[in-house]
């Protein structure tokens, strides 16, 4: 990117990785323990040097008031991801079928889905997820995709049962376990000719109402 130093582009990696995870800008001293350096003085030194470019906007009077640019100036390109149903992050529920027409979208960056182009949104409801830092009311975006690593949070579709659930995936001796993060539920066990996995979660949009 143009006009940067090592230690800017790390800041701005950093940043634009923050707010993906977590869903809000990073302070300043967030900034200072996650790129190792020396002061908060540096840090802000190197975020007007950003703003100048172009690559940030700030609001100095506003705790994480961080706002990613494209480097001219300019808001990020979003893209509009289609809210096509629930989800259960707790017992499953069934999910819309293909007839269903959607009309919720929501607005993207596109480093958010990573110029993917089958991506889509559910809608959480419940609390087995919780302890990936998923609750009840937030938003999963996922690309539609029928394969999956071990660990990955998948939406999966229990086909004898009719229903889908939001888990992370394993391979267990022979099994599928389908893995809540929340201990004091238990996890799903089935046989892998029953599963269908039908999207693998890329981030998370955290509820604010």
């Known amino acids: 990117m143009k006009g940067l130093s090592t230690k800017q582009q790390g800041i701005l990696d950093f940043v634009r990785k923050f707010i993906r995870d977590k869903d809000y800008p990073p302070s300043i001293r967030d ?11 540096v840090v ?6 950003l703003e100048r470019l172009g690559y940030i906007r700030r609001d100095r009077e506003v705790s994480r008031a961080i706002e990613l640019l494209d480097g001219s100036g300019r808001r990020p390109m979003t893209v509009p991801v ?3 149903g629930t989800i259960a992050a707790g017992q499953p529920i069934p999910v819309p079928d293909e007839s269903t027409t959607y009309d919720e979208v929501v607005e993207l960056a596109t480093e ?20 990936a830092l998923v609750n009840d009311g937030d938003l999963v975006i996922l690309e539609a995709t029928s394969s999956a690593d071990d660990g ?22 022979g099994r599928i376990r389908l893995q809540p993060a929340n201990s004091t539920m ?11 996995v039908q999207g693998r979660v890329l981030a998370t949009i955290g509820n604010r109402g």
């Open 186 to 196: 238990k996890p799903i066990f089935t046989e892998p000719e029953n599963v269908a």
């Open 112 to 131: 958010m889905t990573g110029g993917r182009e089958h991506v889509f949104a559910l809608r959480v409801k419940g609390t087995s997820m919780i302890d």
């Open 82 to 84: 289609p809210i096509i």
């Open 152 to 173: 990955d949070m998948v939406a999966a579709w229990l086909k004898r049962e009719g229903e889908a659930t939001l888990k992370k995936i394993y391979t267990d001796n």
């Open 44 to 49: 802000d030194y190197n975020l007007k040097a």
């Open 31 to 41: 900034i200072q323990l996650g790129c190792s350096i020396s002061s908060t003085s």
